[in-house]
């Protein structure tokens, strides 16, 4: 039974199902549907059970099953009539972590076993996937690890020959995996193994193939595309001796065969063909654009041809200018369609390519325009789960004291457990190094964690709030250790301390309130959920093992595992998910954005190490001078056409257009354009408050506007401030305040008191002077206690401390710093270790040349005043004041940045100037110097020389002209900090400037300036 998509094959597999148990009479037990996934069998089953209902009593055996869950039914059988412990399925997680311990083996022996070029590969995690996929994909093509071995010899492939010992070593190891527990000598099999067994039993025992024959008369398969030659294999030898056995599928829709499906399955199967027809899907312009996509796929296939259904629908085709704008595009269409046309959340979906480099956009897009979204759980391995890695944290030390390192510690305390956000992580070190040092010990931080997470004896000379996340992991720790001193299973383990955490009903209620922390909430309960069901099945397979093993197990796992765990609803949520999972569902309006050339169609040759798919290839028959880009083009294509194919009444297809990104070229193929190019879409304004207040906002503001439409904007303004909408009330608007003074901060009368450094700021930009003074700096950086720390200890060498004494000084002011992470921490400290030892390598070498006088010296001089400007006073500290062989005052300013200014920039550097300006005016005569400059230096302690232990940037003595010049420039910038008007201007350091968020240079201070 072929049909396009849409046309009911499912459904029609349903109604067949039923009828004939209904009108034939037939035992259900004798039908048989067989799906190729979970998910298409949860919603198959409940279709017939729907149709059954009230009329059957209950039955055996499931009417609806995957084809691995036959498998293991079927050797399950085979088991029970030989009398031979029932198989045990090996997951996906565990058949990795088994792969790569193999192979840690073989590289611990040299891997002689392997080709030379392939060593250094063993031990990489792309190679074991790649190795698993090898043998599962020629397991799937009936290939045991013999026949391996002989095909890599006879086409000359050695690493096929070194995989297929391996799969011999890896049977051998899985046969003898489960001695030593209930299951002893019980075969395990994953999921290739599981299908070709099954059929292999078929093969060897008639008595069960007989037996399963003439249960299973109606055999029925659904997405036949979907299967790979040895889940065919077997479903033919089943189907074979049924009364009716019916393929159903559309090959047109195989996109899984990068995982061994075989879409000529369905073209070379034997027997009648009926073909559908009728979409029961597809408004015609759906239709229209999916048939425009299947007719340029190679072959022919009778299921292209389908018959719209009658109704009126759309296809919307848009480029856009970047991934922001797309992503709002997007979410503004789904709640139009919502709030318009009435289209519940739930029958909307946005179909990706790739969920890693789409979801992050368009997740925060739909959020923000009030889209509530379903997004499936991360593609995280069970133990690397932000709520589940804590608990096994947990486990392991309490199961092994002393295990606790500083890494585990400091993320139990600020997981959701500890509760630590990083502030009160760090303010928990400093209290413990505070006790530390005061007890006359010098332990680091990392160890004092540890020690408190294992014993809070030390916790009560700390404050409450510096010492509750670690009472909290503390008590955790304990109740865990007292539970498994009792001899409690895992699972009761893990219990108690999941109770005792509280967590529950508030990661409940964070659901309930959807969002980005709902979201959230519903990921961690799924992975608590999916840690007990974990932790139930490691149990039943070895019984009395203990909580360290469970762990050791769960972390050893490396790939995402499928589980049966119960996990969130969806609810009314639009399901964002990739083209692949979409396959088989269906939505009412489907978008799908990020049609890039490059990412869809991807062309890249999927050639891995191992040569896995010229091994289908060679299976296949297929030639090596056959063209190795078609096929990728192909299943690209159809991969896009499921994709829209889910679509009911709308598609919306989208693309970006930039100087890195250009649109596919399937979108053409969807909808034609009669442009030569097509033209960029700008989006409308979104139906969200925020945009429709922005709007107004714009209206109202603008004087282009007519007064009429002002009039009608303000008053819907008034309007949605009245009902409290947020923005909508002028009281908010930006730049509508009132000025709170106009007058100038300084008249001429008053005397204008400025330092040297402020005289720099000054010249560069008044603006950023003005704001800085009145609080737009923030004096706590690092940055700024570095430099106070590095001066106070230069003023201390200076006094006569030595080397020694300084470090003591340095190490008790470093203790109260508060540096961020402890690596960073150190490295600054030895930073500022160094720069001490430069300037004591300085001090040493200058002596020949300067003598002296002063440090931290105080200094206050008035400038003279200017016509019609202000008096003026600069005041300041000098860093060093010494003086040369001539006597004259040389002012020497530490820098602790790591770029010393050009040796041109030195010469007209302000700061330096206006300490020479000052020391002409008088500035130092207090301490016996006289007015002569005998010129000023920058002293970058941060940068050695060999010749000078700093580097140095000199700035010649002022002569009577510079004096003169420079007293200009000065008055000048006393005139222009009086106010109230303050000129911005644009300098080399605005992109570094603390105020640029205020400054109308700045393109992040202009909402704030216009």
């Known amino acids: 039974m072929l049909g396009g998509p849409g046309t009911g094959k499912t459904t029609l597999l349903a109604e067949l199902a039923a009828h004939v148990v209904l009108e034939h009479g037939a035992d259900p037990e004798n039908v048989l549907v067989l799906t190729a996934n979970r998910r298409a069998s949860v919603a198959l089953r409940a279709q017939i059970t729907q149709l059954l209902t009230g009329r059957l009593s209950a039955i055996r055996e499931p009417l609806v099953r995957t084809v691995h869950s036959y498998a293991f039914a079927v050797l399950r059988n085979q088991a029970v009539l030989q009398g031979e412990p029932p198989p045990r399925l090996l997951s996906g997680p565990d058949q990795d972590a088994m792969v790569r311990e193999l192979l840690a083996g073989d590289v611990e022996l040299g891997a002689l076993k392997w080709p030379e070029r392939l060593r250094p590969a063993l031990e990489l995690p792309g190679f074991a996937h790649e190795l698993r996929d090898l043998l599962l994909r020629a397991a799937e093509r009936g290939l045991g690890p013999e026949d391996l071995i002989e095909l890599g010899e006879r086409h000359g492939r050695d690493e096929w020959v070194a995989a297929g010992r391996f799969g011999a070593q890896y049977e051998a190891v899985n046969l003898l995996s489960g001695m030593d527990s209930a299951t002893a000598y019980a075969p395990a099999y994953d999921a290739a193994e599981l299908v070709s067994s099954a059929y292999a039993a078929f093969v060897n025992d008639e008595d069960l193939l007989f037996g399963e024959r003439r249960r299973v008369r109606y055999l029925l398969v659904d997405d036949t595309q979907h299967l790979d030659p040895m889940q065919y294999s077997l479903i033919r030898s089943l189907g074979s001796g049924a009364a009716r056995f019916v393929l159903a599928g559309d090959p047109d829709q195989a996109i899984f065969t990068f995982r061994g499906a075989d879409p000529e399955i369905l073209r070379d199967a034997a027997g009648e063909t009926v073909v559908l027809r009728q979409s029961h899907r597809m408004m015609p312009e759906v239709r229209d654009a999916v048939a425009r996509l299947a007719a340029r796929l190679p072959g022919a296939s009778p299921a292209r041809s389908v018959d719209p259904v009658d109704g009126e629908g759309s296809v919307q085709v848009r480029l856009l200018a970047s991934s922001a704008q797309e992503a709002t595009w997007v979410a503004d269409q789904l709640r139009r369609s919502h709030l318009a046309d009435e289209v519940p959340w739930s029958q909307m979906a946005v179909v990706v390519r790739s969920a890693t480099l789409s979801l992050p956009v368009l997740q925060r897009a739909l959020l923000a325009a009030g889209v509530p979204v379903s997004v499936a759980s991360d593609e995280l391995p069970l133990a690397q789960q932000p709520s589940v890695r804590p608990l096994l944290a947990l486990v392991r030390a309490a199961a092994s004291p002393g295990s606790l390192d500083e890494d585990a510690a400091a993320m139990l305390l600020s997981s959701s457990y500890g509760g630590a956000d990083p502030l009160a992580l760090r303010r928990l070190r400093r209290g413990l190094r505070r006790l530390e040092m005061a007890a006359g010990g010098d332990r680091p931080s990392g160890d004092l964690l540890v020690e408190v997470v294992e014993s809070g004896d030390r916790l009560a000379a700390l404050e409450d709030a510096e010492s509750l996340p670690a009472r909290r992991i503390g008590h955790l720790l304990a109740l865990a250790r007292k539970a498994i001193e009792a001899g409690k299973s895992v699972e009761v383990v893990l219990w108690d301390l999941w109770t005792a955490t509280g967590l529950q009903e508030r990661w409940v209620a964070q659901s ?86 490059g990412s869809w169609p991807d062309l890249r040759l999927r050639g891995t190490v191992l040569g896995v798919e010229r091994m289908v290839d060679v299976l296949a028959g297929m030639e090596p001078s056959v063209s190795a880009v078609a096929p990728i083009l192909a299943e690209e294509r159809r991969l896009l056409l499921v994709a829209a194919s889910r679509a009911r009444s709308k598609l919306l297809i989208s693309a970006v257009r930039g100087e890195d990104e250009q649109p596919s070229r399937f979108l053409d193929e969807i909808e034609s354009s009669a442009e030569d190019e097509r033209k960029l879409h700008r989006p409308q304004r979104g139906l969200v408050l925020g945009e429709l207040v922005g709007e107004l906002r714009r209206v109202v503001c603008s004087d ?225 110097l006289g007015t002569e400059p005998g010129g000023a230096r920058l002293l970058y302690v941060a940068k050695e020389d060999k010749k000078t232990g700093a580097v140095e940037r000199t700035q010649a003595p002022l002569d009577e002209q510079g004096v003169q010049a420079w007293l200009e420039v000065v008055q000048g910038a006393a005139e222009s900090v009086l106010g109230p008007n303050y000129t911005a201007r644009e300098n080399a350091d605005c992109d570094r400037c603390p105020v640029r968020t205020t400054c109308p240079v700045h393109p992040s201070g202009r909402q704030v300036s216009e």
Not at 526 to 551: H, N, Q, T
Not at 561 to 588: F, I, N, Y
């Open 512 to 597: 309930a309130r959807r969002g980005l922390l709902g979201m959230q909430a519903d990921r961690d309960l799924d992975a608590i959920v999916a840690l007990f069901e974990a932790a139930a099945k490691y149990v039943d397979r070895l019984p009395g093992s203990g909580v360290a093993g469970f762990a050791d197990y769960l972390e050893s796992q490396r790939i995402v595992g499928d589980t049966l765990a119960a996990s969130a609803p969806a609810g009314e949520a639009v399901s964002v998910l990739t083209a692949h999972s979409a396959a088989g569902r269906e939505w009412e309006v489907v978008a799908v954005p990020g049609v890039q050339e």
């Open 704 to 928: 282009s506007e007519a007064p009429d439409r002002r009039s009608r904007a303000a008053e819907q303004l008034a309007r949605l401030a009245e009902a409290g909408v947020p923005g909508a009330h002028p009281e908010s608007w930006y730049g509508l305040a009132e000025v709170s003074i106009d007058a100038p901060l300084w008249t001429e009368e008053q005397k204008v008191s400025v330092t040297p450094s402020t005289i720099e700021v000054i010249t560069k930009c008044p603006l950023r002077w003005v704001v800085e003074r009145h609080g737009g700096q923030d004096p706590a950086e690092l940055a700024s206690v570095t430099g106070t720390l590095v001066h106070a200890l230069a003023q201390a060498a200076s006094s006569g401390a030595d080397a020694q004494q300084l470090r003591v000084k340095l190490d008790e002011a470093w203790a109260a710093v508060d540096a961020g992470a402890p690596w960073f921490s150190r490295r600054e400290r030895m930073r500022v270790e160094k720069m001490l030892d430069t300037f004591l390598a300085w001090l040493a070498m200058s002596r020949s040349q300067l003598t002296q006088v002063a440090v931290e010296e105080e200094m206050v001089v008035d400038v003279p005043k200017r016509d019609g400007g202000p008096w003026l006073q600069v005041r300041g500290r000098v860093d060093r004041l010494e003086k040369d062989e001539d006597g004259r005052p040389v002012v020497i300013d530490l820098k602790t940045g790591k770029s010393p200014v050009s040796r041109e920039a030195s010469q007209e550097h302000p700061q330096l100037a206006v300490y020479q300006l000052a020391s002409s005016l008088g500035g130092f005569t207090h301490i016996g």
